[in-house]
């Protein structure tokens, strides 16, 4: 640093270039050093993974790295294998525990710029230590270790020290020694409430809590000040938001329209419950990647929704675009979207940058990307309702028994009859037509679902086929025909049917279906904006009370993938909603060319029906379609007697449960289709493919189990790679995160990448021992937030303790608390509460983005929402993508598009001008003013402390009362305002408060 | 100082770097905090510590100083603009399917060939074949380079337009007035270095078009708008001027005891001289917008005396755009006036909406370009003109044209651009580019390089890699450059 000051100062240029020579001499002779002889500021044991590795990154592995593409010399320095192997000219690259031999050495310090490594063209260089720490690691025996968050954390136990409250305090303390830093003392307890108070809730302190705190002399009286916090439910609000920006939350798909994600305020709302029932962290992960899929459900105590199923509006939280030209390229991008963020999110690896190539710095080869491909290929969109409860389930289950028992009771009354001769029943002629160009995709005449999905409840598990039908009276009238109803169990319930995935090949899809504001759409890769110009022919409405024949025209999507999804209710907007009355009903879908096909009968007609063994087969709900019709036969010709009056009971019941059933409430999430093995896109274009499928799996080259076979997308298998108490990451990321959002640095500084471009821990011992702690104590996150906040480390002053400067310069070792600013939203909600204007009430639809004459564009919503939000707090504010709220923007709120577990902090002239000019900012001062004068007993000394106690935590100081007081008088003798007057002017008032609100310290944790 | 940390790289503090710039490039003024700090001057102070980004900028002796980007929101049809196909005339009305493969359209619409409703004329000494749309323009083909080979990766405009904005087509990069500013800074103090002039028009995608992405915010593009709030929050709400100075004065008496109090944290100070800045262009801005300096016959050449209000209001963003460069603003974008038309994305009743919003911006254009030439500021301004994407040259329809990413017509004029140049050639029907393809990237690439900045070197490290406006593409156009 001195050097380039003095450098700097003088202006000769011709003495600046005699200087330099004279430097770099200095250094080239250093170069011709004794190698052995290591300068004492080289670490004893050089460590592969903290001190050559980083080197190796920088500046050897972007030609000598994992990416063989780009590889030089046929040379890789990331294996042992590749860096020992014998070169052609007979050396080794690296000879472990002989520098001398090693072709590195000799290379990194040739002068000769044809030989030294790295080339000049690369503008890459190594000092002369990282000279020595190559050469020294390789005279220690060049020992290689996979990358240090690839290997499982160990406990390694730290030095005791006396004032350390837990084990945080002693690994820190290891360093400050070390380090010979000297220790910031405890902050005093204004500041440590204040800080507490924003970091567990995002708000200050009250004034009524702060002066609790103060007058608490007992010994845990910090502790229970953090309990208290813990506990408060604005912990769940703040911290909601902080993973909001990790799973790119926003409630509309941006691009040309705007459109909404259904019912994405429900992700939110799950956030703020589930942080504060603190909801392990395992849990959240398995929900959030496949809560559609669990064994165990997490129903609301409360009012019995299912909580796991809303964690995967995770998933369509992405962009999304209405008539792409190429559809296949929406699928492959959305996808894209997932896999970043879901890899970064619960991992810190940046797999999307292997959808090309080779990850050029992890070991995640382009395979890996695929087989997660194929995961997220095999996952379909769906609305999903927000109001199954677990008393919902019951009732269908119900409702499928009692329709049993009354199969049972009747089939058990019939079989003690006479019957005619199969042969005496009428035989139905069989009418296949020869001619026709078709093939079935679904055919639910038979009994069951010809193996489609039926997702929800409304369609069931099986066909209608041989349900009793009753009339008046409760008169049985026939057994059902086979076909796939929505009503089963009764209007006005959610489910949809969903065929497997086919290859278009044929011109048209038919759907033979009766129904009421309902459904058929055509999903083509997986796309769910149908809409004109270019899709609108892929959705139909149902509106028929007699079978129709739906007919699409898909002629121009013939190679690419689909399937069929008869839903009852309908899209308004791409918003999905299920009227009342909704209902659908299908007999059998197909593909064909040219005319509609004559689809021949399903019943069998090789043997006679033994009228015995069709009603068992009934009763037990496996009675072929034949067998079926010969019943009816019989009811029909009322050959049956008996009385059914029995019956009446069961019914009557099932009409009770139907009544007690519907949903009105609906997210946009996800289920499980049929799994899908994807071929890689090489060089990542979807239009050129590769031979042969990856089977899907988990990142391959970092974990060794990783193939998955399930039926479905692999969801809950890759949930569980995720969680395995053996994956040594999940862990080490998620105790990085909470450190992070507590001491606004994490360990690891790059919270989202700890892959080998990421940064190394500043405390690799204490990471690895939180990381095991959180692991064994249940992934608690408030404990392990407890745990932090009530360490020593973090009760420290903000000021920096003298002489610390020049070793710390950037407290990485925390000597001191860091001093930093407040994020957008917690500006915001301050703003709001010491104003006295913040409504805490939590949860619900969002309120509608207040809209700038600055914020134009298609898609701006008709009206704007209020300018103060109605007081809500900013978690609850509107998040459209095309229209983002400024001040959020402004104080570095991230644009919702991938995983941002750190936030920038800037400086711009922006927010000095939004705190000093926005109508917003100054209506607050001028409610907080309002309220400074309606307190009519307080002299201006104590209305000015009061203003400090709320905005700043604290009383004022003496000659920050005096300044006030001068100022308040100035600004009364301005406006001529009499000095009796002063204290009930609400004007002078909020140009006090509003100047209050521009102080750094307002918007700083000091 | 390679020794230091470099396992955590810890980012040089302010106060360092401007004490390291100041002798680095012997101007503080160079540094204005709306770039914040430009690499150039960060790389100077520090260069391990920015070894993501190689290479020192400026990397070349740069040509242009400033941009003026004039943004053809929704496509221009270049068959009826600027590549003119005798073809089109002849089969006129037959089927297109016949003549070449038609690819998928936004609206699958496809009509049949349909001639251009202008005639074209050649001009200037270059000979230069212009439409009747552009008259004005036409005067200053000398001036311009054209290309007619312009091909972009999207047919939609959102991803068109995030792709020609951030070179990338999903929302969320940074903008290439960001990577401007990034690169360079800015060069006036007072003034923001990236500047959107809304002419009326936001384009699909929204104002993201025109963000820092992961960048730092303060790359952002200001919006600047025509009437009494040019810019969010610079009118100070106060009833009396000096309210809000006395205000100042006081919250800068109780921050700075407060510093003291800390020991001169960076982060709070650089805070402090926000506020400083942030006042200043209360006045800056209103004092840009003003144009009673600006003589009638200034204005008249903008065409601010038209009879149609939108040539009006181009007009006046046209002269902002020029006291916006005068004043060393980096990067300007203008967007398009609404006239009754909408932007220039006619499926339908091409005729009526190009003309509509080829009178709006013709005669503003070409009075900037002149207005630039005549204050010596042409030499340093690169004025870029271009759509998204191009029209397809059949119908949609009957006499709509609907996008055609395969072929566009784009033109640049200023700073190391050759005039009277007409680069690259379509096929006979204006359908597909048959010579010298110019993408998106080549377009940043070629911008960048006037600059001064290498495109391949200006990086930024985000999610796992070096991130370029450029991608891992792009190619400086050399035929277009002087």
Redesign the interface.
Known sequence: ?KV??V???INNSYLKLLIWVFFLSILSASFHQCTQDYSS?LPKKVDFN?HVK??LV?KCFLCHGPDPSSREGDLRLDTFEGATALLEEGRKAIDPGHPGKSEVVKRINYDDPNLVMPPPE???EL????IDILTKWIDQGAEWKPHWSFIPPKITEPEKFNNSVNEIDDYIEEKIVSKKLNNAPTAGKNSLIRRVSYLLTGLPPTPKKLNNYLADSSANAYEKMVDHYLNDEAFGERWARHWMDITRYAETK???F?YSISGAWQYRDYLIRAFNEDVPYDQLVKEQIAGDLLDTVRWNPENGMNESQLGTIFYTLG?G?H????IKKEEV?RIDNII?VTT?AFQG??V??AKCHD????PVPTSDYYSLYGIFESTRISPQPTNVTYHQQKDIDAISALKDSIKIFLASKWENQKFPLSSELKQMSNEVSESSDFEILGDFRGANLDGWKSDGLAFGKRTTLGNPVFGKNSQLTNLSTGKASSKTFGPGIFGALRSPDFIIEKDFIGVKALGKKAIVRIIIDNFQLIQD??YGGLTKKVEADEWTDLKFNVA?WKGHKAYVEIIPGQYNKHVYQLPKEAFVEAKYIIAFNGDWPQVPTNESFEKPVEMNTALENWAQNSASPEEIRAINQLIATNQFRGNYHQINTYSNKINQLQGQMQDTSFFEGITDGFAINSKIFIRGSHNELSKNVVPRGFLSGIFSKNQFRSEGSGRMELANAIVDPENPLTSRVMVNRIWHYLFGRGLV?TV??F?L????P?HPELLDFLALKFQNEGYSIKQMIKYMVMSQTFRRA???PDGNKSND??N?YLANFP???LESEAIRDALLMVAGNLDETMYGAPVPVYL????????RPYRSGPMDGNGRRSIYLEVR????Q?MM??F?RP????TFGKR???????????L????FV?AQAGLLAQEIVNEKNLDIDEKIDVIYLRTLSRNAKS??KE?AKV?IQ??AK?AEIPEQELLENTAIWK?YC??IF????F??L? | MTNRNHATGRPISRREMLGLCKGGFGSLAFVSLFGALPISCSKKAESKLFSQIPGNIPHYAPKAKNVIFLYMDGGVSQVDSFDPKPRLEKENGEDPNKKFKVDDTQFGNVGKILKSPWKFKNYGECGMPVSELFPHIATCVDDIALVRSMVSDFPEHTNANYFLHTGIGIQGRPSMGAWVTYGLGSENDNLPGYVVLDGGLIPPGGVDNFNSGFLPASHQASILRAGKVPLANINPLEETPGLQNQKLDFIKQIDNSLVGKLKNPDAVESAISNYELAYRMQSSVPELTDFRGETKATKDLYGMNSDDPHTQSYGAQCLLARRLVERGVRFVELTCPQVKADRWDQHSDLKDGHERNAHAVDQPIAGLLKDLKSRGLFEETLVIWTGEFGRTPFAQGTNGRDHNPSAGSMWMAGAGIKGGVIYGKTDDYGYRVIENKVTVHDIHATMLHLLGVNHEKLRFHFGGRDIRLTDVHGNVIKGILS
């Open positions: 640093m380039s000051k450098f700097n100062q500021t903290f980083p080197i920088q690369s503008n890459l000092s002369q230590y990282e941006g691009h040309e705007d962009e675009k008539s792409p030209v190429d991008d970043d970064k690896l940046t999307s940058c990850h050029k710095f992890d110009p270019i121009a500084e989202d990448n892959g471009q990421g940064k190394l500043s903000v000021e920096v310069p950037d990485l001093i930093r600013r700038t004459p600055f914020m134009q564009g298609r898609g993508r095309n229209f983002l400024p923007l402004t570095d644009i919702p598009f991938s920038n902090v800037t400086n711009v002239p922006a927010q000095s001008l939004i000093m000019n926005d109508p100054e000659e920050e300044q100022f100035s600004l301005n140009a509003h100047s521009n102080l750094k310290e918007i700083y000091i």
